[in-house]
């Protein structure tokens, strides 16, 4: 019997703070996986400035990419296709991934396909659980994006809720700036929560009346600034932990809550959660127990792949390639790319 080819994919990400490169062998085997972080200088602002991204873009993607070919013990012309986020992003960083994938896969001959980056953010499921296959529901909860949705097949969503305002990971980013956290606010705040007791202060879970799967931040997020205002108002001072512990637990309710619903409404059995606030690790906790309780299958991937990365773009990109998406010469940066749009 004729040995089928393995099919190896390029993956390249550099839509918000992270340039990244990852070679992804039949699909959902990580080759390699390289991420060059800006964090430490974006830290200095308080939040990433997108002229200094694109430009420390330009500086690492070439750098990137080829450690990312040697890392797998690959050369490009292994290469089956490339594949790059084209959308949503910063349009300076986007453009810097696109142009570069755009050259190897025109002087390589090589088809090129554009991801949508919260297609690469679900995907990122698939690396560690080889059993998962849609359809399934999703909670996509990054710093750009607060989304549920029935992934249908790979690559085909059914939106069933969104955030009318802030993302999840934008409310935990601006709460740890009001406490003196610095940036990202995410992972500090999941940090300092730890030590703090959930309970003491009770902050709105924000539903959005007549639509049970949406999501709304900002008033949580104006319910911490009232809460430290008046404090300070009065000279008290603040415990950061349990203010910390308790902003936590009423973003997470709300996200468990909406999840485990849609997974009983739409009758799934398996729900897997993406992003960077994915890897949190109270949500983690009270999404698993909910969904023990429910009998739901609970997925979520390792912290590394939760937040942004290219392996996940290499794999949703895969699963575009099987299905014969090519883009052309003219990709361009899409800001605003919604999800399911091409
Ligand atoms: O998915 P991601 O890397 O980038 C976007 O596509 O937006 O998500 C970054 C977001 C940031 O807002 C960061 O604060 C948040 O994910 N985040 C977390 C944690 N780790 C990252 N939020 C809560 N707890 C965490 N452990
Ligand atoms: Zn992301």
């Given at each position: 019997?004729?040995?089928?080819?393995d099919?190896y994919?390029?993956?390249?990400?550099?839509?918000?703070d992270?340039t990244?490169a990852?070679?992804v062998?039949?699909?959902?085997e990580?080759?390699?996986?390289?991420?060059?972080?800006q964090i430490d200088?974006?830290?200095?602002?308080?939040?990433?400035v997108p002229?200094?991204?694109?430009?420390k873009?330009?500086?690492k993607?070439?750098?990137?990419?080829?450690e990312a070919l040697?890392?797998?013990?690959?050369?490009?012309?292994?290469?089956?296709?490339i594949a790059v986020?084209?959308g949503?992003?910063?349009?300076?960083?986007?453009l810097?991934?696109?142009?570069?994938?755009?050259?190897?896969?025109y002087?390589k001959?090589l088809?090129?396909?554009?991801?949508?980056?919260?297609e690469?953010?679900v995907?990122a499921?698939?690396?560690?659980?080889?059993e998962?296959e849609p359809?399934f529901i999703c909670?996509i909860?990054?710093g750009?994006h607060t989304?549920?949705?029935?992934v249908?097949?790979?690559?085909?969503?059914?939106?069933?809720?969104?955030t009318r305002?802030?993302a999840?990971?934008?409310a935990?980013?601006?709460v740890a700036?009001s406490i003196?956290?610095?940036?990202?606010g995410?992972?500090?705040?999941d940090?300092?929560a730890k030590e703090g007791n959930?309970?003491?202060?009770v902050?709105?879970k924000?539903?959005v009346?007549?639509?049970?799967?949406d999501f709304?931040?900002?008033?949580i997020?104006?319910?911490?600034?009232?809460?430290?205002?008046?404090?300070k108002?009065?000279g008290?001072?603040v415990n950061?932990?349990d203010?910390?512990?308790?902003?936590q637990?009423?973003?997470?309710?709300?996200?468990?809550?909406?999840?485990?619903l849609?997974?009983?409404q739409?009758?799934f059995?398996?729900l897997a959660?993406?992003?960077?606030?994915?890897?949190?690790?109270?949500?983690r906790?009270?999404?698993?127990?909910?969904c023990?309780?429910?009998?739901?299958?609970?997925?979520?991937p390792s912290?590394?792949y939760?937040t942004?990365?290219a392996?996940m773009?290499?794999?949703?990109?895969?699963?575009?390639f099987?299905k014969?998406?090519?883009?052309g010469?003219?990709?361009?940066?899409v800001p605003?790319?919604?999800?399911?749009?091409?």
């Amino acid at each position: 019997m004729e040995q089928k080819k393995d099919c190896y994919i390029l993956g390249i990400e550099s839509s918000c703070d992270e340039t990244a490169a990852a070679v992804v062998k039949n699909g959902r085997e990580i080759c390699s996986n390289i991420i060059s972080s800006q964090i430490d200088l974006h830290t200095l602002y308080g939040g990433v400035v997108p002229e200094i991204a694109s430009r420390k873009h330009m500086e690492k993607i070439n750098q990137v990419i080829e450690e990312a070919l040697k890392v797998a013990g690959t050369t490009l012309d292994q290469m089956d296709a490339i594949a790059v986020t084209y959308g949503p992003g910063l349009v300076g960083s986007l453009l810097v991934g696109v142009s570069a994938a755009k050259a190897i896969a025109y002087a390589k001959k090589l088809p090129l396909v554009g991801v949508h980056h919260i297609e690469g953010h679900v995907a990122a499921n698939f690396i560690e659980h080889p059993e998962l296959e849609p359809p399934f529901i999703c909670l996509i909860v990054s710093g750009g994006h607060t989304h549920l949705v029935i992934v249908k097949d790979y690559g085909e969503f059914e939106i069933l809720g969104r955030t009318r305002d802030d993302a999840a990971g934008e409310a935990f980013d601006k709460v740890a700036r009001s406490i003196g956290l610095g940036y990202p606010g995410g992972p500090k705040i999941d940090k300092i929560a730890k030590e703090g007791n959930p309970n003491a202060i009770v902050f709105p879970k924000a539903k959005v009346d007549g639509a049970p799967f949406d999501f709304s931040f900002s008033g949580i997020k104006s319910s911490v600034l009232n809460y430290l205002n008046h404090a300070k108002m009065r000279g008290e001072t603040v415990n950061s932990a349990d203010l910390a512990a308790s902003f936590q637990r009423a973003v997470v309710d709300v996200l468990v809550e909406h999840a485990v619903l849609a997974a009983k409404q739409y009758g799934f059995h398996k729900l897997a959660m993406a992003g960077g606030v994915a890897s949190n690790s109270a949500l983690r906790i009270a999404m698993s127990q909910a969904c023990e309780k429910e009998k739901i299958q609970l997925y979520y991937p390792s912290p590394i792949y939760c937040t942004d990365n290219a392996a996940m773009i290499g794999v949703a990109g895969y699963y575009e390639f099987i299905k014969g998406t090519r883009h052309g010469w003219n990709l361009n940066a899409v800001p605003g790319l919604k999800l399911g749009e091409r």
